[in-house]
C-alpha cells in the first residue's frame, strides 16, 4: 500500500510543479488529503462534486485534477464549496490538482500528447511563461484536410477555420484556452494552431492574418495528461487507476 506523500511527491517531481508560475488565484499540488495510505489512483479533468462522487463510488482516495478547486479564494465553505469538501473528506479521498505544468510537460503533457496523437512530434516550445513553456510547436507536413481529418477521429466536434498555409510547415498546440496562443503564432513563424477553444474575435483575426485554427473543446483537449500521469504512477507503486469522466462537451 503506497502513502500519500509518496505519491504527492512523485507527482511533484515528475510534473516540475514547483517551477511554473499559475493563473492567479491558482494553487498546484495536493489540496486535500486523505488518511495518508492510497489503494486507488483517479484522474478528472475538473474538480467539482460530481466527479468526486463519481470517484468515492469507483473507491478512489487520490484523485488527480488538472482544473482544481482554489481559482478565487478565499471562500467560505459554504453551498457548493462545502459539497465539494464534504464529499471528498466523507470519502477519504485526496485531492492532487496540476494545471500549467501538466500543459506544458515535454512528456505526459497535454500539448505534448496533442502532438503525438496526431503522429507528431513536439520540436520546439510555444507560449513561454516566466521561463516554462505551457504549448508546444510540432513540425508537420500534414496538409489541412488530413490534419482535419485526424483531428475527427479523435474529437466529436471539430471547428476548423482555415485561411493560413494550405500545407502548413509546423503547427502550434495549446489545449483548453487558445485565445493567448493566437497573438504568438506569426512570431513563432507558425500559422497553425489546434487548440480547445478561442474567443469570437479570433474568426475574423484568422482572415486577416491568414490562420489556421482547430478548435477541439476545452475539456477535450485536457483529458491527456491527467489520465498520463495517473497511469504512470499506478504502474510506479501498482496501484489500480480510473478514469472519472463527466462527458463535459464544452
Partial sequence: MATLAELVRYCDQRTRRAAFKDAPGAFNGL???????????GAAVDAGVVPFQQAVAAGVDFLIVHHGMYWDMPRPLTGAAYERVATLVRGNCALYSNHLPLDGHPEIGNNALLARQLGLKRSRPFLVRDGEAIGCIAASRLSRAALRARLGRH????????????????????????????PELLPAG?????????????????QEEKLNLYLCGHYATEVH?????????ARKFKLPWAFISTGNPL
Avoid: K, M, W
Fill in 155 to 182: 474529437y466529436d466536434r471539430v471547428i476548423a477555420i482555415e485561411h493560413g498555409s494550405a500545407t502548413p510547415r509546423a503547427i502550434a498546440f495549446c489545449s483548453g484556452a487558445g485565445n493567448s496562443a493566437v
Fill in 31 to 41: 489540496q486535500v488529503e486523505n488518511n495518508g495510505r492510497v489503494t486507488r489512483i
Fill in 225 to 233: 495528461a491527467v489520465q498520463a500521469l495517473a497511469a504512470e504512477l
Fill in 190 to 206: 507558425v500559422d497553425t494552431l489546434v487548440t480547445g477553444e478561442l474567443r469570437e474575435e479570433f474568426f475574423n483575426r484568422a
